[in-house]
């Protein structure tokens, strides 16, 4: 039943559900929603493809410059062409290397020890019990918890030093 529907869909509109290169075609209508900056992954992407871009746009005005030459034998027009492409590199290097967005002044940043101390932890359990499994021979998912030995040592600057 279910794959009568997709022929059906398929049928109505043949590039319904398909992907072209990784991405699903038809998202430009897509809404931010969130005030929520940008990830530094998504950032840095978007300025290395700004970068090429832009290295790679030089050597098309160099040729572009030589057939207007060539073919309109206009030399100060093929000259504004040339000269367009010579600062191409410059601001290249200087958009790539754009620290991004700021951050707000004021704002703290917040480490949260016990946080991070859990997150380790549940690590190390995942770890021991993928490598138990390993010796084991794949032996059926059981959760098992983590020995003493297991977990790393925690050190709290919050508490006083018994020792002293």
């Known amino acids: 039943m279910a794959d009568e529907e997709q022929d059906a869909t398929r049928r109505q509109n043949p590039r319904a559900g398909r992907r072209l290169f990784g991405r699903r075609r038809g998202s430009d209508d897509t809404v931010l929603i ?67 967005e700021a951050q707000e002044k004021g704002v703290p940043k917040v480490y949260k020890p016990a946080l991070v101390r859990e997150q380790r932890a549940r690590e190390m359990q995942a770890l021991a019990a993928r490598s138990s499994r390993a010796a084991l021979g794949s032996a059926p998912d059981s959760p098992q918890t983590g020995t003493h030995r297991d977990t790393p040592e925690i050190i709290n600057a919050d508490e006083e030093n018994p020792h002293r």
Not at 49 to 55: P, R, S
Not at 60 to 86: D, E, Q
Request: glycine share 2%; net charge positive.
């Open 34 to 100: 969130t005030s929520a900056k940008k990830s530094r992954l998504t950032d840095w992407r978007h300025r290395r493809h700004v970068y090429a871009a832009l290295q790679l746009s030089r050597i098309p005005l160099f040729i572009i410059a030589v057939m207007i030459y060539g073919w309109l034998h206009n030399p100060a027009l093929a000259a504004f062409v040339a000269v367009i492409s010579l600062p191409l590199p410059w601001v290249a290097v200087l958009l790539a290397n754009d620290p991004g």
